[in-house]
């Protein structure tokens, strides 16, 4: 039996459901701590943050109600309030009311965000730590879901990730970026898409004028409707006709800084749109971009808190009949609208999680479906940014099971002295070649920045032969679209079968995507893959295969173990483009 029939053969199709016992390698669900901050060298806890702020916030609070009680009893403020009631001048009235296309882009947007936040909470489990650092050094995070890094040993980024409850999370379990991927990104283009219909609609109509001031006499009436809240009593409600000063700051800052916000940062930790930028580097990277997006979160988990509580705390049965059926009473038919919205809502949120784990294929080819075009989109925009020695990363996170079979230790021994890479498939000159050969190669230095799909990046400098070059001797048959990358490594788990990946052909051909052999100016360590490691800067890392065992061209993958593209692909349900 041949070698390229050996190693296909011993690939696994994965499972078309997740099984905890052999998931991500049967990892056990190590929980996420309570988040982390770092001041300066000292971290607390949530524990004793809420220690500090909560009777802190009491008695601020209520130090606030007293002093705004106190000020309303003089002249000059009673005068003030008069002047400035909240509702004036700075926005004209608006008096369609609420129409159906504003009420359905509001429960739209709220239900899709539930699960973009679910998602995006997961995401961040998976690297459970937020840097300003752009090379992603341990120990120089300000936030966290895990503990300090071990130091005493190798520590994998993928060990590093947590498990969320499977209410939070989406899915929930340890290590499942690839599933909350396809739903962020998916429902992030529903949300943008119902974004764009609700500004074309806003300013085709007059109701832009509800969130839109057009004079800065905004800023007494809001100052007016803050003392007027704080003092516990309440402005009149207006919200039919013209939000108060407050309100209409509010969702202004909610509609126009925030959520653009949310959508930019998200986008700058692209990698085609970090390296075209150079965000590796500099004091805003692509991990303040990444915690930048994470203070959006608290953002709009405050203000739909906040939102909430008004609703309900002012008059609730008008205001739900205005988001609900779009009327001005009190009955309770909104209530009950609202009552509706919300068990099936609270029945989605519970499915969510469930039915992932049930149903995990199709969530990759569903979220393939929807989002597959903006990967193409990215893909073929983006640069490879080069960088300096400076630049290179003090640490470069690893990933990987190492390779344990008597073949690879045996090379390892050796100093690989007797290993050969072997090339085949569909080429005219099949070849296998020695260390020496490759190297007497032309050699390619470059220094790149790694985009793990967990969050982190590094950059390194590698050293090693161009793809192109070897495709030059090989010269692969007309037709072929791909090259199958196989590695001495396994996947994680019992029984799991060779890592390998598949790389699109013209992808070969850039002249940055390289077989290294050198990391910083040294020959490869075996944690970062030795003797070959993948280098295809075009795609995320985890398609940057190592302990490269043999290549092969093919027309298609499909054949290839559950024909997804690559063992990730396969057994944990990422895309098998991964330019984003």
Known sequence: MSSKTTLADQLKPGRNRVDLQEFAGGMPQESAILPEIRFGQTWWTTLQILKLMVPTGLLTVIGFVLLAR????????????????????????????????LRTAHWLNAFVMMFIIRSGIQILADHPRLYLDPGCTPGREWFRLRGSVPKDREWTAKEDSVSLPGWLGLPGIRHSVGLARWWHFSLDLVWLGNGIVFFALLFGTHQWHRIVPVSWSILPHALSTALQYLSLDFPSPSGWLQYNGLQMLAYFTAVFIASPLAAITGILQAPSIAARLHLATGWFNRQVARSLHFFVLLFFLTFVAGHVFMVFATDPLTNLNHMIRGMDDASWSGALGFALLFLGAALAWLAASPLTLRYPRKVQHLGRAIVGWAYDFMEKMRPVAQYSEKDISPYFWVNGTHPKSPEFLCHLSEHFKNYRLSVSGEVE?????????????????????????????????????????????????TGVKYAVFYSFGMGAGHDAGPYYDCHKIEHLRHPQTILAYQMNGQPLAEPHGAPLRLRNELELGYKQVKWVRAIEFVTDFRHLGAGEGGFNEDQEYYGFRAPI
């Open 429 to 477: 000159r099949p070849t296998e070649f020695s260390m020496e050969e490759l190297r007497a190669l032309p050699r390619q230095e470059q220094i790149t920045q790694n985009y793990c799909i967990q969050g982190w990046s590094g950059i390194a400098k590698w050293g090693g032969v161009r793809l192109a070059d070897i495709m030059d001797r090989v010269r692969p048959k």
């Open 70 to 101: 106190w000020l309303r009893t003089l002249p000059t403020v009673h005068d003030f309030i008069l002047k400035y009631p909240g509702t004036g001048d700075f926005s004209p009235p608006v008096h369609e009311g609420f129409p159906l296309w």
